[in-house]
C-alpha cells in the first residue's frame, strides 16, 4: 500500500504562490512581490507581538501627512514594508499612508510594480494591544507620469492614481489572537494562518464567500450627530427589532482590518460615512477602501461610497479620503437605498 496520505495536507503561502505561477494566473514578478509583502508582515507581527517589551508602544513625535501623531510602530512598519518591497527587487514605485509622496523604488534593477500600502492600520489600537492590521495592493504600471518632486522635475514617476478596478492582487495581514493573512489575485479570496511554530503562513481557507446579509454593524456612532438625516434615519431603523424580532449587534474595534475580516467571516457592514467635519470620511482611497472592496468583490460582497462602486473611483491625490460602507451586498444596498 502506498505512503499514508497525511490527515491533512499543508499547504503553505509559498506553495500557493508557486502554484498559482505555474497555473499563469501571477507571473514570476508577482510572486516575489507578494513573497516580500508576506515577509514585511511576518516581521511586523513579531513587532506589534512585542511591542510593550521593545518600548515600541506610545507617539514617534511626528504628525504623517495625514495630519495624525504617527505611533512609533506607524514608522517602523512602514520602514520593513518598504526595505521589503525594495530587497525584492520587483518593485517599481511604492505609496504609503506614512510617505508624503510616492517613492520611486532605487535599486540597480527595481520591477515595474506599484504598491500602495496602509503599513500599520488601526494603530491607535497598539497601546491597548487590540488588533491592528497592513493592508496592500498591486497595480501593473501605466505609462502616465508625474514629474517625480524629490528630484528636479525631470525623472518621471508612474502615477499611482489608478482606480481600484484596475488591481492586479490586494491583501491585508491581520495582528490577533492569530496572525492571518488574506489575499486575493482575482481568482477568489484566500486565508493564511502564521503558524508560529516553523513561521510559515498556511492556506485555512478558500474561495471565501461572505454571507448575502448580516445583522451586525460596525460604524463609529461617536459622529452621529454630525451625520446627515437620511443616515440617521438608517442608523436608526437598525436598532428596530423589525419582523424578526432582534435588532442589528454594534461591533466596532477601531481598526478596519479587525472589523472587516469579522464582517467579511460572518457578514454585516462596515461603514465610515463622511461627516458635518470630515467632508469626505476619513479612510483614504489608494491603500485602505480600494484593497478592501476588491477584496469583498471577490468574496461576493460590496464596497459603496454610498452611492458609487468604490473600485470605479480614480483618485485624483494620493491620500485622497472617501466615505466607505463595505460588506454583505443587502446591508451595503440598504445604506444606499437610506442615502438616495
Ligand atoms: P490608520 O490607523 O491606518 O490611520 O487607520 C485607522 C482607521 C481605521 O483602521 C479605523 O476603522 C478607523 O480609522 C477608526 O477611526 P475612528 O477612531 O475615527 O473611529
Ligand atoms: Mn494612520
Ligand atoms: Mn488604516
Ligand atoms: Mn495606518
Keep these: 500500500a502506498g505512503a499514508k496520505k497525511s490527515s491533512y495536507e499543508i499547504v503553505t503561502l509559498t506553495t500557493w504562490l508557486l502554484n498559482q505561477e505555474r497555473d499563469g494566473v501571477i507571473d514570476n514578478e508577482m510572486t516575489i512581490v507578494l513573497a516580500s509583502i508576506s515577509t514585511a508582515c511576518k516581521q511586523i507581527a513579531a513587532l506589534v507581538l512585542r511591542a510593550p517589551i521593545s518600548n515600541l508602544t ?41 510617505e508624503d509622496v510616492p ?20 494603530s491607535s489600537n497598539i497601546d491597548a494591544a487590540v488588533s491592528t492590521g497592513s493592508i496592500f495592493g498591486i497595480y501593473a504600471p ?23 478596478s484596475n488591481l492586479l492582487a490586494a491583501g491585508y495581514c491581520m495582528y490577533s489572537s492569530s496572525v ?11 486565508v493564511f494562518t502564521l503558524d508560529p511554530m516553523y513561521g510559515e503562513f498556511v492556506l485555512t481557507q478558500e474561495k471565501v464567500q461572505i454571507p448575502k446579509s448580516g445583522k ?3 460604524f463609529n ?9 437620511k443616515l440617521k434615519k438608517y442608523m436608526d431603523s437598525l436598532k428596530e427589532p423589525g419582523d ?37 470620511g476619513k479612510l483614504r482611497l489608494l491603500y485602505e477602501c480600494a484593497p478592501m472592496s476588491f477584496i469583498v468583490e471577490q468574496a461576493g460582497g460590496k464596497g459603496s461610497d454610498g452611492s458609487q462602486r468604490i473600485l470605479d473611483i480614480t483618485p485624483t491625490e494620493v491620500h485622497q479620503r472617501v466615505p466607505l460602507y463595505i460588506g454583505s451586498v443587502e446591508e451595503v444596498e440598504k445604506v444606499e437605498k437610506f442615502l438616495a
Excluded: M
Excluded at 146 to 161: A, E, K, L, T
Design 58 to 98: 506610545g507617539v514617534q513625535g511626528a504628525v504623517n501627512v495625514q495630519g495624525e501623531d504617527q505611533k512609533k510602530l506607524d514608522v517602523v512598519s512602514n520602514e520593513v514594508f518598504s526595505n521589503c518591497l525594495k530587497s525584492s527587487g520587483r518593485t517599481g514605485v511604492i505609496a504609503s499612508e506614512e
Design 142 to 164: 501605466n505609462d502616465e507620469c508625474i514629474p517625480d518632486v524629490d528630484d528636479n522635475g525631470n525623472r518621471c514617476i508612474v502615477s499611482v492614481c489608478q482606480p481600484g
Design 103 to 122: 517613492v520611486a523604488v532605487e535599486q540597480s534593477y527595481s520591477g515595474n510594480y506599484i504598491v500602495v500600502f496602509d503599513p500599520l492600520d488601526g
Design 216 to 218: 451586525i454593524y460596525a
Design 244 to 280: 424578526s424580532g432582534k435588532p442589528y449587534s454594534a461591533r466596532y474595534i477601531g481598526s478596519l482590518v479587525g472589523d472587516f475580516h469579522r464582517t467579511l467571516l460572518y457578514g454585516g457592514i462596515y461603514g465610515y460615512p463622511r461627516d458635518k467635519k470630515s467632508k469626505n
Design 221 to 229: 456612532e461617536g459622529n452621529y450627530a454630525l451625520w446627515d438625516d
Design 180 to 190: 492571518i493573512f488574506v489575499l486575493t489575485v482575482g481568482t477568489g479570496v484566500y
